[in-house]
């Protein structure tokens, strides 16, 4: 099946998600399941998405994702939402099944989702309470770079934790400026620190040049399906999957800080059922993107639209995409499916 240039991945288990990285000390609840899941998968490798001339393998994939899920592959009902974007994916988290995929693998920028992979090292190098002051580097670099900010001052000092919430929802420069430069230390060991976490995590079409996705550095880029990756471990942690799902952070005035209300730039947020973020992005060379998730029906959905014209659509094309992604966990006849590469 295939619409406007998307071919849809019967029975295609998610690609390796690999925990190298040491979960925070809040968040080390994975269980057993869950590992076998990440070791079965990583011993897959690129296998997901691999070529015709591998039916072995692909074989091979299906055993090993019906023994980890224990389930069998459904045939997908009604025709996929059409997608506009320049690239797309998603997948059922719930079963490990890839329900949709459009230039998945196709590397690309990714704008301010980079900052998704921010926050995830940071919980890995600070603790939520430790205090950061702001310095005017922090607040001159969103300001010459005409990015989005947190509307951060000098001298103010926030936690991680409000921090966290002024990258994630205004998707401030400001605050993951700040974090970079204190947990580094500075741009060049964080962007360090990123990369180390993407090989950790089986991202293997992902580069990051800076911690907020602006184009300067160039050569910064990831995929649709590394990102929905990515999105995927995030979510397991409770804290960012508490950020993320957040539509308003207030921060009252206090003696070392002004007020603060951020609003999350997810419009999906309280008008998609279920819907979890996960973090929105644009540049004139990216595009609109949108990293979602969504819980419905005992299934998490998670996905990413890469590259989209026009800043609504991406919110539109990711609804249509939850609705179809739900109608698939029916329960009314098992069928195997085949294994297809990459529109």
């Known amino acids: 099946m295939q619409t406007g240039g998307i071919r849809l991945i019967v029975s295609a288990a998610l690609a390796a998600v690999v925990t190298g990285i040491a979960m925070p000390a809040h968040a080390q609840q994975a269980s057993a399941v869950q590992a076998v899941h990440d070791t079965?998968?990583?011993?897959?490798?690129?296998?997901?998405?691999?070529?015709?001339?591998?039916?072995?393998?692909?074989?091979?994939?299906?055993?090993?994702?019906?023994?980890?899920?224990?389930?069998?592959?459904?045939?997908?009902?009604?025709?996929?939402?059409?997608?506009?974007?320049?690239?797309?994916?998603?997948?059922?988290?719930?079963?490990?099944?890839?329900?949709?995929?459009?230039?998945?693998?196709?590397?690309?920028?990714?704008?301010?989702?980079?900052?998704?992979?921010?926050?995830?090292?940071?919980?890995?190098?600070?603790?939520?309470?430790d205090v950061v002051k702001i310095n005017a580097d922090d607040v001159r670099h969103a300001a010459t770079n005409d990015a989005t900010s947190a509307s951060l001052r000098a001298g103010e000092r926030l936690t991680v934790r409000d921090l966290l919430y002024g990258v994630m929802l205004p998707s401030g420069a400001?605050?993951?400026?700040?974090?970079?430069?204190?947990?580094?230390?500075?741009?060049?060991?964080?962007?360090?620190?990123?990369?180390?976490?993407?090989?950790?995590?089986?991202?293997?079409?992902?580069?990051?040049?800076?911690?907020?996705?602006?184009?300067?550095?160039?050569?910064?880029?990831?995929?649709?399906?590394?990102?929905?990756?990515?999105?995927?471990?995030?979510l397991r942690d409770p804290i960012l999957l508490t950020i993320a799902s957040t539509r308003r952070h207030v921060l009252p005035a206090s003696k070392v800080h002004r007020a603060h209300?951020?609003?999350?730039?997810?419009?999906?947020?309280?008008?998609?059922?279920?819907?979890?973020?996960?973090?929105?992005?644009?540049?004139?060379?990216?595009?609109?993107?949108?990293?979602?998730?969504?819980?419905?029906?005992?299934?998490?959905?998670?996905?990413?639209i890469l590259g989209d014209s026009k800043p609504d659509r991406r919110f539109q094309t990711a609804t249509k995409l939850l609705k179809w992604g739900g109608e698939q966990t029916t329960d009314d006849g098992d069928q195997e499916g085949n294994l297809s590469d990459d529109a």
């Open 40 to 129: 079965a998968h990583s011993a897959l490798g690129g296998v997901a998405h691999g070529t015709a001339q591998n039916a072995s393998q692909s074989t091979t994939h299906s055993a090993v994702h019906s023994a980890v899920h224990g389930v069998t592959h459904r045939a997908l009902r009604g025709s996929a939402p059409t997608v506009a974007a320049r690239a797309a994916y998603l997948f059922d988290a719930t079963s490990g099944t890839a329900l949709l995929s459009k230039q998945a693998t196709k590397r690309m920028p990714v704008a301010s989702l980079t900052k998704v992979m921010t926050a995830y090292v940071v919980l890995r190098e600070a603790k939520l309470d």
């Open 174 to 234: 400001d605050a993951s400026h700040a974090l970079a430069r204190v947990y580094g230390p500075g741009d060049a060991g964080f962007v360090a620190k990123m990369n180390a976490a993407a090989r950790s995590l089986g991202l293997t079409s992902t580069r990051y040049t800076n911690p907020d996705g602006l184009p300067k550095p160039s050569g910064g880029y990831s995929t649709a399906q590394d990102q929905a990756k990515l999105a995927e471990v995030v």
């Open 261 to 304: 209300t951020w609003t999350n730039t997810n419009k999906l947020l309280g008008k998609s059922p279920g819907a979890l973020g996960v973090k929105t992005g644009y540049t004139k060379a990216a595009g609109y993107c949108l990293s979602f998730a969504a819980d419905r029906d005992g299934h998490r959905f998670i996905g990413v």
